[in-house]
């Protein structure tokens, strides 16, 4: 597993992709937070908090992270290694869980700069150190276990096509109905509906406080798409 998982993390860095995410992930949070003079510009709020920087990273998520995922199996199915891997001693979930790591590695070698942020805001409240730490900290984990969800939804997709470009479109739609498509439809259907979006419940861990509902919710999603990938591979 760990040879998968190793050979995913040197082939992200190998080619442009791995470069191109953090980068672009990196380039338009710091251009709406510090330089855009819009309601996400931190200077601007008023008070020290991140809210802007953890409103956009889900939003900027469901693009990036079907981008590091789409090539996971399509590109095993496409040129055929698929079989090769699977004669390997390795179980399907290890390779299933190999990808997944390795892609989620990514991602949080992504976040790593962003806590600069954190930084800069806590230094620029007025006291010194003006910042919900519990709050910050709460979102951070919210957006951990928003980004292994999404992975594990782009895995899933890219088992489903030999085209990469499916693969991310599959994925973008898949977790934008998952994330907002519940609370466009709660106004409709009444706000239970809601639990059964991605969003409230990551709304929920950014307030400070991990409820158990929470978690189990975010594992039972990332286990469902886990599971499922594990099927359509041992199909191929």
Request: aromatic share 16%.
């Amino acid at each position: 597993m760990y040879s998968i998982l190793k050979k995913e993390v040197n082939s992200f860095f190998s080619s442009p992709i791995a470069y191109l995410v953090i980068g672009v992930f990196l380039l338009v949070n710091g251009l709406f937070l510090w330089v855009f003079k819009d309601n996400f510009n931190v200077l601007n709020a008023g008070f020290a908090d991140l809210n802007s920087f953890f409103y956009l990273t889900p939003w900027l998520f469901l693009f990036l992270i079907p981008a590091i995922t789409m090539k996971s199996f399509a590109d095993e199915l496409n040129s055929g290694t698929i079989e090769l891997l699977k004669t390997k001693p390795v179980t399907d979930w290890q390779i299933v869980l190999a990808k997944f790591f390795a892609s989620l590695l990514l991602v949080c070698i992504a976040l790593t700069p962003t806590l600069t942020y954190v930084y800069t805001v806590y230094v620029l409240g007025n006291p010194i150190g003006n910042l919900d730490i519990g709050s910050t900290v709460g979102s951070y984990l919210g957006l951990l276990f928003l980004a292994a969800t999404y992975t594990s939804i782009g895995l899933f997709t890219s088992t489903l096509s030999k085209n990469q470009i499916v693969a991310f479109i599959l994925s973008v739609f898949i977790t934008f109905i998952l994330f907002y498509g519940f609370d466009a439809v709660s106004s409709t259907l009444g706000n239970t509906i809601q639990q059964l979006g991605i969003n409230e419940h990551f709304k929920s861990i950014s307030r400070g406080v991990v409820d158990t509902r929470d978690v189990i919710y975010f594992c039972s999603v990332i286990f469902f798409f886990l599971f499922i990938t594990k099927q359509q591979l041992k199909n191929e």
